[in-house]
């Protein structure tokens, strides 16, 4: 396995454990309506995420360019994950970001921030390594998910090889 696939499949699993392990945000009152939402990453403030990354790196014996990009990665999400939500949310339309499997959220969330805010790798190596990694850590139907939303935005945002 190279080290992109194994620096993703970290960050997963980072993203993961950060998402996991956040309070979540009271609800909020919108008229009569109560709206819970779910622990969002841009609730998680930066020590969280170096003690999330330290503790990673101290269980989880990997080479230093694996654990550089994990960093990156995990890094970049959360630095940029009001955005990221606002592009997921927009190709998910029926889908709201909360109620979207975690898995499935977070494998979203790393590929969006690689096709559009990181090293913005081409859309069709990012999606098919997306589908890989929602195939091996989601449910049976996460590939085909994470395939849609991820096409969706390749295409709407005109990247190219939008499949």
Request: charged share 25%; proline share 5%.
């Amino acid at each position: 396995m190279g080290v992109r696939r194994r620096g993703r499949e970290c960050a997963l699993q980072v993203l993961y454990q950060l998402e996991a392990s956040a309070d979540p945000p009271p609800p909020e009152a919108v008229g009569d309506e109560v709206i819970r939402r779910g622990p969002m990453l841009a609730d998680v403030d930066g020590a969280r995420v170096d003690d999330a990354l330290d503790m990673f790196v101290e269980n989880f014996e990997s080479p230093d360019k694996v654990h550089r990009h994990t960093t990156e990665l995990v890094k970049g999400v959360v630095g940029n994950s009001t955005a990221i939500g606002a592009l997921i949310q927009a190709h998910s339309p029926s889908w709201r970001l909360d109620r979207m499997a975690m898995v499935d959220r977070n494998v979203l969330r790393l590929a969006v921030y690689e096709m559009c805010f990181g090293e913005k790798l081409a859309p069709q190596i990012v999606i098919d390594e997306a589908i890989e990694v929602a195939r091996r850590y989601g449910s049976d139907r996460s590939a085909a998910f994470v395939n849609g939303v991820l096409d969706s935005l390749a295409k709407a945002e005109g990247l190219v090889g939008a499949s």
